[in-house]
């Protein structure tokens, strides 16, 4: 089992920046690699950024420029640095556990309880 801790979310105003954390506990060792995602009313729960063991990160298109993943280890938590924020990043982010395998991540059973970011002026 692992648990998922997320924070950071708020309302800030477009252009703003914002830095989410997700901090893991439980059997973390069986960690292979980490992802947030995003979910905005009505739409479907889609794939932001993952980061392998090894500390690489991948992004989505949209978010690609704007927003950097990052892990401390020694907590363990991993990071969201949100930077250029758009009123279309509104959404509640949530972090997940799972497994990355040729530059893909696949969503693992155990995710955080999501964090509301909110971009409007």
């Known amino acids: 089992q692992v648990r998922l801790v997320e924070s950071g979310g708020g309302l800030v105003q477009p252009g703003g920046s914002l830095t989410l954390s997700c901090a893991a506990s439980?059997?973390?060792?069986?960690?292979?690699?980490m992802g947030w995602y995003r979910q905005a009313p009505g739409q479907e729960r889609d794939l932001v950024a993952f980061?392998?063991?090894?500390?690489?990160?991948n992004y989505a298109d949209s978010v690609k420029g704007r927003f950097t993943m990052f892990r401390d280890n020694a907590n363990p938590t991993v990071y969201l640095q949100m930077n250029s924020l758009k009123p279309e990043d509104t959404a509640v982010y949530y972090c997940?556990?799972?497994?990355?395998?040729?530059?893909?991540?696949?969503?693992?059973?155990?995710w955080g309880q999501g964090t509301q970011v909110t971009v409007s002026s």
């Open positions: 997940n556990s799972g497994v990355a395998s040729s530059g893909s991540y696949h969503f693992g059973d155990f």
């Open positions: 439980g059997s973390i060792d069986s960690i292979n690699a």
């Open positions: 980061i392998t063991s090894d500390g690489s990160a």
